[in-house]
Structure formats: C-alpha cells, structure tokens
C-alpha cells in the first residue's frame, strides 16, 4: 500500500488480543441475556465481525448507520440516522459498537435514539477512546484503547472513504492527505 504514516499506533496482534479480552468481558456480562450487537456503519466493520467472533454467545446482529445534516458539522452534534435497525431491540439487551468515540455526540444521540426503543439496556463497545475530546458522557461499558488527538486510519476507519482495508491502526498527518 502506498500510505504515508506517522506510526503504527496498534498492529494486527495488539487488536486481535485486545478484542479477544473484549469477547471474553462481554461473553461473560452478558451471559444468559438477549443480547444484539448493533455496528455503526462504516467505520466499525472489522472490529464488528472480529469482536462477534470473540464473543462466546448466541448473539444477534444489525447494523445502523448515521450521517451528518448537509451543512453540519460533527462538533454540532446534527446528525441523522440513514440505515435503520432491521430487528425490534424492545426488552432486548442492546451493545452498540463503536470505532472511535471523540466529542461523543454522534453517539449519545445514537443511544437516546435507541433507548426510545425500549430496549432491556444499551450500552456502548468502543475500539478506541478520546476523553480529551469529549463533550457528553455516553455509557461506555467496554473500550479496547484510549487514543489520543492524532488522526487514525485502518481496520475501518477511513480517509475519503478509503484506507479501510488496511488490516492495522496507523496515525497520519492530515496534510500529506
């Protein structure tokens, strides 16, 4: 691949045991409970299914995906959901999975959205985290790495819809862009 990078901030390895923990916390808590695995599109597409293999439990899943007003900015918190649920959450135990949680206002909308469903529970899987940046408090049960202001692509994150596919986390400089 021809990406320039500052560094690697998570390799392949460094992932997959930080999501096989993860599996293991979650299996664990949640263990005889309906549970349903809700994946924010784009962004979480290989934590999500690494993650859903981790996790030693009959789950169910869907996918929900959220975009920006035209106009709007993400700090503005106007946001709007483009793919809906497909399954009813009501008197289900809800886990949305994230791939990174900045200001924390795309998914607190999310949540409060999703509790209007009136679900046993929603509670949020981050693959990273940046309290520096937050605004709101969102319930973040489990997280795999706090980051920190630094712009990441790979294992689903993107730049211009691109870099998606690269199989670790890199940092880049937003100018060589």
Not at 6 to 30: M, P, Q
Not at 115 to 140: A, D, F, H, T, Y
């Amino acid at each position: 691949m021809d990406l320039n990078y500052k560094r690697v901030a998570f390799t392949e390895e460094i992932l997959k045991n930080r999501i096989s923990e993860l599996g293991a916390e979650i299996s664990r808590d949640y263990a005889g409970k309906d549970l349903v695995l809700v994946s924010v599109l784009k962004g979480t597409l290989y934590f999500f299914a690494d993650l859903t293999r981790a996790i030693d439990l009959p789950i169910r899943l869907d996918f929900i995906s959220i975009g920006v007003y035209p106009n709007a900015t993400n700090r503005t918190g106007a946001v709007r959901i483009t793919k809906d649920l497909d399954i009813d959450i009501s008197g289900k135990h809800v886990l949305v999975i994230e791939d990174i949680i900045r200001t924390g206002l795309t998914t607190g909308y999310l949540v409060q959205n999703l509790e209007s469903r009136m679900p046993s529970s929603v509670k949020v899987c981050s693959l990273l985290v940046n309290p520096e940046q937050q605004l709101i408090n969102v319930p973040i049960a489990y997280y795999g790495f706090r980051v920190p202001n630094a712009w990441l692509i790979g294992y689903g994150m993107d730049v211009n819809e691109k870099w998606r596919n690269v199989p670790y986390i890199v940092e880049v400089d937003k100018a060589d862009l």
